[in-house]
């Protein structure tokens, strides 16, 4: 057994919980990973070992050495979830992780997405806002609202350190937005005796150096840009609204401002274009950028939005819905291959799946410039689907009727993905069956990708404890 991460439990009889996946022979042929979903515990067993754990071999048939070996090892699978004393406890575990889930502040940060303006001074091919676009700005009264309610929020639910992410849109076509709100929550962080960061999510075409030295007393900890690509392939995606290049200009600002303020590089890329990555990486390296960035962020590109109602319109870079695809999973790989050859960290960590984050009341928020709240980016521009307005002192009846969906319910109680997937998306469900409440099974996919995702995150953490001993 190699090591172990996980929730404590005790006891010591033998039955494989039901929310276990077995990644057989891997990495050698006899040996097996075994990997909880639910505490995301991982170990590697030997045949015998996996045998005994489901009961296919009697523990006194084996040599006593192993018998010794073994009994040794069941306290801790025991802690990490990976055996249980029967389905009851099963059963009892799988409600209390949805329960905890679904009330418990998970993080002593609260991550609040402000979207400045919608408007943007780009035309990004994939754009997913575009069907959406307004062109509206956040105006004051909407501001000093956003500010009342964030404040009573981390005061209610005891966060902290509040994050916030300056989003649009392009949150940089609107600075002043930024800067009062972000001064005024930096003079109020130190009053409350909490910590208040920030950063910005930008094309990066009006990033500037003075900009970026104004923000940093403010609190900004990071600016995230978006570089598609080499220059042409960058261009060609990301042109500016009145059709003209953008790489040249993305490229200058970052080297004026790299030394000040960590800049991290998200790429949004196709997955049968990865050389692209190659090209970029490559680039970067050339103007000895490469390693002064911060890290590197991937998503793949999702077809570009239609009109409202349009199912196209899902999309959402941190849930579960990006893997639904195994060729992009398969993608992952690749990328990972190519950054290895730059000598550049991958900073995907785990698995990255979690059950859809719309049922959790306590949780990130989004804030669109009309002061609409979202809990799923891929609801902002749908206000029916909003939680509530700034301007409230409370959420609407709709944020307690998505917590209560538990979709989870309907699923066969032995689907090994349960805590991972939950009954699937929210959205992608409403979208198929008018109705929140539906499943969207895909295990499937499910079942092509987790296996790959566990053999990636074995060989991530083998690479990090040869890296740390
Ligand atoms: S929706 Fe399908 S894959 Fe997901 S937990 Fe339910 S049965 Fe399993
Ligand atoms: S409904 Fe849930 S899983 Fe689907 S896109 Fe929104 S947050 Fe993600």
Redesign the pocket.
Same mark, same amino acid.
């Given at each position: 057994m190699l090591w172990v991460r996980s929730t404590p439990r005790r006891g010591d009889r033998v039955l494989l919980s039901k929310y276990c996946v077995i990644v057989p022979d891997y990495p050698y042929k006899g040996q097996h990973v075994v990997f909880h979903t639910g505490t995301q515990a991982l170990v590697l067993l030997d045949s015998q070992a996996l045998s005994y754990l489901k009961n296919e071999i009697r523990l006194n048939t084996l040599p006593p050495k192993k018998q010794i070996e073994y009994q040794k090892m069941l306290p801790e699978l025991r802690q990490m979830g990976i055996l249980v004393k029967d389905q009851q406890e099963d059963a009892a575990y799988l409600e209390s992780f949805f329960d905890q889930l679904k009330r418990q502040r998970i993080r002593k940060t609260w991550p609040v997405t402000i979207l400045t303006t919608d408007a943007c001074n780009f035309q990004c091919v994939y754009c997913f806002e575009e069907n959406a676009r307004r062109n509206i700005a956040m105006n004051l009264e909407v501001q000093t609202d956003t500010l009342a309610f964030i404040k009573n929020r981390m005061t209610s639910d005891k966060y902290e350190r509040l994050y916030v992410t300056f989003y649009g849109g392009e949150p940089l076509l609107k600075p002043a937005v930024i800067t009062h709100l972000a001064s005024n929550l930096k003079n109020w962080s130190k009053k409350a005796g909490v910590v208040f960061e920030f950063m910005l999510q930008t094309n990066g075409y009006l990033l500037s150096p003075n900009l970026v030295r104004s923000l940093i007393p403010l609190g900004l900890d990071q600016v995230r840009v978006s570089l598609d690509g080499p220059r042409d392939v960058h261009d060609a995606r990301r042109p500016l609204r009145s059709g003209g290049r953008t790489f040249d200009t993305i490229i200058k600002n970052i080297l004026a401002s790299m030394d000040s303020i960590k800049i991290c590089v998200s790429v949004c890329y196709e997955k049968d274009h990865l050389q692209d990555i190659d090209a970029l990486l490559s680039f970067l390296k050339q103007k000895n950028m490469l390693h002064q960035l911060g890290r590197f962020i991937f998503s793949p590109i999702h077809p570009r939005l239609g009109t409202p109602e349009d199912k196209n319109r899902i999309q959402h870079f941190d849930c579960m819905i990006n893997y639904q695809d195994a060729n992009l999973v398969q993608s992952i790989s690749v990328i990972r291959d190519i950054l290895k050859t730059y000598d550049v960290d991958d900073s995907r960590k785990g698995l990255a799946i979690s059950a859809c984050p719309l049922m959790r009341e306590k949780g990130g928020l989004t804030i669109d410039p009309c002061g609409y709240i979202y809990k799923c980016n891929s609801m902002i521009g749908f206000s029916k689907f909003s939680v509530g307005q700034v301007k409230d002192a409370q959420f609407n009846p709709r944020a307690d009727y998505f917590v209560s969906l538990d979709?989870?319910r309907s $699923?066969?109680n032995d689907?090994p993905?349960?805590p991972l997937?939950?009954?699937?998306c929210r959205m992608s469900a409403y979208f198929k069956y008018k109705d929140f409440k539906e499943?969207? $099974?895909?295990?499937d996919y499910?079942d092509q990708m987790i296996p790959v995702f566990i053999k990636e995150e074995y060989t991530r953490l083998t690479t990090e404890k040869q890296y740390s001993s």
């Open positions: 979709p989870w $699923c066969p689907c993905y349960l997937c939950g009954g699937g499943l969207d $099974c895909h295990r499910l």
